[in-house]
């Protein structure tokens, strides 16, 4: 059976929001939801990427604002967002990585999202949070060790290669990305703990919050996941 033809008979999950600070595994966890329910992933990022690309009026707007060194306004990746909210593959949901970024862009979802109906129905956004603690992200993060002839992954906490520093591959030296340090990721993880902090307050009040334990193993915060969005309070 084609994934279309699944797709096109699976019942609407709606919005899927998910937060949780770099190294928490939403990008694995996001993956494993677009397989399931056949709903596109949407990151602002990748959004940004695509207009630029396509020499889109929205994306000639955010060129010239990146190449003078200027951040991109929250009205730019907010249009680019309704957008691509607004295109048939959405009609029974889709997740959203990496946006709403702040209690403002958050307001604006809502309101776009108001009126907006998935296979006829009013679903308003699920969120779910993948808590981790502090020092397990470290060790996620400054472990992480590539192999710069092969793009091979290790974690030498988690995922060590045989001889430490050395690709299995190939033997290869691996190295430590600059970004990787835990300077560098200490700075990051303060950074979004307060840029964040405000938004899990803002979805926990309005009751739309869902806490998931991402210091489990994967599969074991996927079952979490799954369990919240087939049961959550809206369905």
């Given at each position: 059976m084609?994934?279309?033809?699944?797709a096109?008979?699976?019942?609407?999950?709606g919005?899927?929001i998910l937060?949780?600070a770099?190294?928490g595994?939403?990008?694995?966890?996001?993956?494993?939801?677009?397989e399931?329910?056949?709903?596109?992933?949407?990151s602002t990022?990748d959004?940004?990427r695509?207009?630029?690309?396509?020499?889109t009026?929205?994306?000639r707007?955010?060129?010239?604002i990146m190449?003078?060194?200027?951040?991109?306004s929250?009205?730019?990746?907010c249009n680019m967002?309704?957008?691509r909210?607004?295109?048939?593959?959405?009609?029974?949901?889709?997740?959203?990585?990496?946006?709403?970024?702040?209690?403002?862009?958050?307001?604006w979802?809502?309101?776009?999202l108001?009126?907006?109906?998935f296979d006829?129905?009013k679903?308003?956004?699920i969120?779910?949070?993948?808590?981790?603690?502090y020092?397990?992200l470290?060790?996620?993060?400054?472990?992480r060790r590539?192999c710069p002839?092969?793009?091979?992954i290790?974690?030498i906490?988690?995922?060590p290669?045989?001889?430490?520093?050395?690709?299995?591959?190939?033997?290869?030296?691996?190295?430590?990305?600059?970004?990787?340090t835990?300077e560098?990721i200490s700075?990051?993880?303060?950074?979004?703990?307060q840029?964040?902090?405000p938004?899990?307050d803002?979805?926990r009040k309005?009751?739309?919050?869902?806490?998931?334990?991402?210091n489990?193993?994967?599969?074991?915060?996927t079952?979490?996941?799954?369990?919240v969005?087939?049961?959550?309070?809206?369905?």
């Amino acid at each position: 059976m084609s994934q279309g033809t699944s797709a096109g008979k699976m019942p609407a999950v709606g919005p899927i929001i998910l937060l949780g600070a770099p190294g928490g595994g939403k990008g694995t966890q996001a993956k494993v939801i677009v397989e399931r329910y056949h709903v596109p992933q949407i990151s602002t990022g990748d959004l940004l990427r695509d207009h630029v690309a396509r020499g889109t009026d929205l994306g000639r707007q955010a060129k010239a604002i990146m190449e003078s060194g200027g951040l991109v306004s929250d009205e730019l990746v907010c249009n680019m967002v309704a957008e691509r909210l607004g295109r048939p593959d959405c009609a029974r949901g889709f997740i959203l990585d990496g946006f709403p970024r702040t209690v403002a862009q958050a307001q604006w979802l809502d309101g776009l999202l108001a009126g907006k109906l998935f296979d006829n129905r009013k679903m308003p956004p699920i969120v779910i949070n993948i808590a981790v603690d502090y020092n397990e992200l470290l060790k996620r993060l400054t472990g992480r060790r590539s192999c710069p002839t092969c793009g091979r992954i290790y974690n030498i906490y988690f995922q060590p290669p045989r001889a430490a520093d050395v690709c299995d591959a190939d033997g290869a030296k691996l190295i430590t990305r600059r970004d990787d340090t835990e300077e560098v990721i200490s700075q990051r993880l303060k950074a979004y703990e307060q840029q964040t902090l405000p938004l899990t307050d803002y979805y926990r009040k309005q009751g739309q919050l869902h806490e998931v334990n991402g210091n489990q193993t994967p599969d074991a915060v996927t079952g979490e996941m799954l369990h919240v969005i087939s049961h959550g309070d809206r369905l």
